[in-house]
């Protein structure tokens, strides 16, 4: 493979339908891939079956277990790089890239300095809204700043979703933390590589679109894998001030709770056992989504 080479890595847990339409639209690039690795999460409902009938050229990876996001990426990425990719092009199940997504990206990438690792673009949801990640206290999506002249511009942060990652960056930092399950294993990644000196930029077109069918609203268990996982990444970096602050944003994630939101004890619960777990560094899937 050539360092121009690009590999999907989609990952996917018991979505299969889905799966199958956001794989036509890979299919459909103006500049074709050269893999799309699905990553299954083992799931139980056939997708196997559906990838080996209807996309026979697809890679499929299935896990003995479901690893969570976190896992999947970081099996997907690790693939990917063994097979000699140059760009790892990141998706969930729900995503749908335009059909000249991925040519603008190579576009853009082929024009910025060798160290820049992520290139990622905004997102729009199927409600037309659009979003970059935010480092606020509440580590939640907010909205994009306007677009600055000419091309695509540095960020903190960013999400995996339709983001371009090189395989420099992860033959040097390594793949996101598996053991995560779920919750902050993009917020890690890019500080990981950002203290590495890479670079993260954001090119200001819609290229993406991710769907919310039946996303209404965050499932609590998410609350316990980010609260237990900010911890874990704080402690890792060795950071007092990040340590703090994690604190103060669970204070106020408490009085929040407390004052406006519904289902308050099991709330509060799922964010102390997460505060005691990634106080005690305990780290896996230990909250089953499915409750």
């Not at 493979?1 to 890595?9: C, L, Q, T, Y």
Request: proline share 6%.
């Amino acid at each position: 493979m050539s360092d121009e080479s690009v590999a999907v890595v989609i990952v996917t847990y018991n979505r299969r339908d889905m799966l199958r339409e956001s794989l036509k639209a890979y299919a459909a690039q103006s500049r074709p891939v050269d893999e799309i690795i699905v990553v299954d999460n083992a799931s139980s409902d056939d997708t196997g079956a559906m990838l080996a009938a209807e996309f026979p050229d697809v890679t499929w990876l299935r896990l003995e277990e479901n690893t969570g996001p976190a896992g999947g990426y970081a099996a997907g990425l690790s693939a990917a790089l063994e097979r000699g990719h140059g760009w790892m092009w990141l998706f969930n199940d729900d995503d749908r890239p335009l059909p000249t997504a991925l040519e603008e990206l190579l576009e853009e990438a082929a024009r910025l300095p060798g160290r820049t690792g992520i290139l990622g673009t905004w997102l729009v949801d199927d409600r037309g809204e659009r979003s970059v990640l935010g480092l606020g206290w509440r580590h939640r999506h907010v909205p994009a700043p306007p677009p600055p002249d000419g091309g695509s511009y540095p960020v903190d942060v960013l999400i995996f979703a339709g983001a371009l990652v090189s395989a420099a960056l992860v033959a040097e930092v390594g793949v996101p933390k598996a053991e995560y399950f779920a919750m902050c294993e993009e917020l890690e990644f890019c500080l990981r590589a950002r203290r590495a000196g890479w670079g993260i930029r954001i090119l200001p077109r819609h290229l993406t679109v991710t769907l919310h069918e039946g996303a209404a609203q965050d499932p609590l268990w998410r609350l316990y894998y980010q609260t237990r996982n900010q911890l874990l990444m704080s402690v890792g970096h060795r950071s007092p001030a990040e340590v703090f602050f994690w604190a103060v944003r669970q204070g106020k994630f408490t009085v929040a709770t407390l004052l406006w939101q519904d289902r308050k004890a099991r709330r509060l619960r799922m964010r102390a056992r997460g505060a005691w777990d990634g106080a005690r560094g305990v780290t896996g899937r230990t909250v089953d989504p499915r409750g």
